[in-house]
């Protein structure tokens, strides 16, 4: 019964524990939103617009690939690649054991000789990109 309260004792205080919140200190609730945020960056920067502020800076049209740039479509994922493996499973061989006829238990029951199949590794090993064809 000791033990029992004890218990009981320890899980209501990790639960009373867990139950307070610091977000509000952390995390203060009265601060500005983010779009008023947004829109004081751009009044101090006197830009109103996101087109104008392109212009500013000379993007009028979007960036192309340039000398030094480099095309980054093998990296980036769309839909058409989604389901591509990235990381390809490394092999697994299956091992067969046969298991010879033997009494078993206190009793000495007889068990007929058997095969059984487990793979090599307890887990699923992947290769990382480029490592496996």
């Given amino acids: 019964m000791k033990h029992a309260s004890i218990a009981l004792c320890v899980s209501i205080s990790l639960l009373t524990g867990c139950a307070t919140s610091t977000k509000d200190s952390i995390l203060p609730q009265d601060g500005p939103t983010m779009m008023e945020v947004y829109e004081q960056h751009m009044n101090a920067s006197g830009v109103h617009e996101a087109d104008q502020a392109r212009e500013d800076l000379g993007q009028r049209t979007p ?19 989604e389901i591509e493996q990235r990381f390809t499973r490394l092999p697994n ?9 033997h009494l078993a238990g206190p009793d000495a029951a007889p068990v007929p ?18 490592e496996a064809p």
Avoid: E, I, K
């Fill in 63 to 81: 960036r192309t690939l340039g000398h030094g740039d480099r095309d980054l479509a093998g990296y980036t994922r769309d839909a058409a690649n």
């Fill in 93 to 101: 061989p299956t091992l067969v054991m046969y298991v010879f006829p």
């Fill in 113 to 130: 000789g058997y095969s059984t199949a487990f793979p090599m590794y307890r887990q699923t090993h992947y290769a990382l990109p480029g």
